[in-house]
């Protein structure tokens, strides 16, 4: 079981940058494929970059080249380092936890949520 909590969001012009954090708490942690969603009003969340326990990452065709995820699990937190932004990416973001890096349904830990928008 893990508890997360997402920091990090705002408002931002397009082309600024943004920085997401989020805080696991639970001994389990290190095991844990930790993702981040996005969801904008209308539409549905969808997966925006994972990293598995090893560290291997992946994301979205399109953030590639401006988004990047990380984590530091001495720290037991998960990040997001958001460059170049663009008004499309403006959303909820959320992050997750679960066992595998997979679809939507395969993550049982969920924050609350953090906004980021993007004006042009």
């Known amino acids: 079981q893990v508890q997360l909590s997402e920091s990090g969001g705002g408002s931002v012009q397009a082309g600024g940058s943004l920085r997401l954090s989020c805080a696991a708490s639970g001994y389990t942690y290190r095991r844990y494929c930790m993702a981040w969603f996005r969801q904008a009003p209308g539409k549905e969340r969808e997966g925006v970059a994972d990293i598995d326990s090893d560290g291997r990452t992946r994301d979205l065709d399109s953030v590639k080249g401006r988004f990047t995820i990380s984590r530091d699990n001495a720290q037991n937190t998960l990040f997001l380092q958001m460059n170049s932004l663009k008004p499309e990416d403006t959303a909820m973001y959320y992050c997750?936890?679960?066992?595998?890096?997979?679809?939507?349904?395969?993550?049982?830990?969920w924050g609350q949520g953090t906004q980021v928008t993007v004006s042009s």
């Open positions: 997750a936890a679960g066992f595998v890096c997979g679809r939507r349904s395969d993550y049982d830990a």
